[in-house]
């Protein structure tokens, strides 16, 4: 967005996180305006508080594109062995939170007739079968796309110049489990150190030298945009990664709803059911090389 020489706010539960991507954003881009406000999505009054003051600093200018983007996610090894207060969090985050914002935002673009933008971030996991390790973040990222479709749907007749469409990225190198904890053992507002994608523990693993930075998975998702995607499938491919593995989301998607289409009678499921996915290949692969060094 700052590339587009856009202002752009960023929303984040820790102050001190997000005034700090705003000045490594605002030293990157000087002929944009970048604005840090603290804000929980969880909370009704504390994203209108953080919808005032973005009017307050951006005076006479008008809201443009919208992106609700915050998530968490706490791995288990199954939904068995899950904490029920790690669903709670992840779906008051993960669901809750893009609803808030839906509410408290989009009819601030209907109050406009000139086009915008409002994007919801599910994950290709909102696609796929779910996942033994993730269920929880699975099932809320499912829950995403459908409240999406449906915001689309009731937008469309009565607010066309609003574009809603849905972020679907494979895998991101960023410190999303790291964050995640952190705002799940600390309160809003407090002082915290902002996540370095790259001091995370799991830089070090294969998947994430393969993986998508934040900044190109960006690119991405304007480029999606520009081209006027609603399911936006952010694969891992070039030019936005410098190998040829790709996560496989297409086949991905296609492997489970296959089951689905089957006749009447013969829709039964496949528990030896895998990702076919050559990153993951790529990854475990390198994984194994690397134990025996």
């Keep these: 967005a700052a590339e587009l020489e856009l202002h752009v706010a960023i929303l984040d539960l820790h102050e001190s996180v997000c005034k700090e991507a705003a000045k490594a954003l605002s030293n990157k881009y000087p002929n944009s305006r970048i ?3 603290q804000c929980d999505v969880t909370s009704v009054e504390s994203l209108r508080k953080a919808h005032q003051i973005i009017d307050e600093k951006f005076a006479n200018k008008r809201i ?10 706490f791995p288990a090894s199954g939904i068995l ?3 029920i207060e790690n669903w709670k969090k992840t779906f008051e985050v993960n669901v809750f939170g893009v609803v808030n914002t839906i509410k408290e935002f989009v009819p601030a673009l209907q109050s406009n007739k000139e086009p915008s933008v409002f994007c919801a971030t599910s994950s290709i996991s909102g696609l796929t079968r779910g996942l033994i390790g993730v269920s929880d973040y699975g099932a809320s990222k499912h829950a995403v796309v459908a409240l999406t479709e449906a915001l689309s749907m009731e937008l469309a007749k009565y607010s066309p110049q609003i574009r809603v469409c849905v972020c679907l990225p494979c895998i991101v190198s960023t410190a999303l ?20 994608p790259e001091s995370s523990p ?4 294969p998947v994430y030298e393969l993986g998508m930075t934040p900044y190109a998975h960006g690119r991405q998702v304007w480029d999606r945009i520009a081209a006027g995607e609603f399911y936006m499938i952010c694969e891992n491919q070039p030019p936005y ?14 492997d ?8 009447d009678f ?26 025996k060094i």
Excluded: C, W
Aim: hydrophobic share 40%.
């Design 202 to 205: 799991l830089s070090q693993l």
């Design 64 to 73: 443009g594109a919208v992106f609700a983007n915050a998530g968490v996610i």
């Design 256 to 263: 489970r709803f296959s089951s689905i289409i089957k006749p």
């Design 81 to 83: 062995n899950s904490e």
């Design 241 to 254: 990664v410098s190998h040829e593995f790709p996560f496989g989301a297409a086949q991905a998607v296609v």
């Design 35 to 37: 604005l840090g406000v």
């Design 177 to 196: 489990y790291e964050t995640s904890v952190m705002s799940k053992d600390s309160k809003q507002g407090d002082q915290v150190e902002a996540k370095n």
């Design 266 to 291: 013969k829709r039964k499921i496949d528990n030896s059911f895998g990702v076919n996915s050559p990153l993951l290949e790529e990854a475990q692969r390198r994984l194994k090389s690397n134990s």
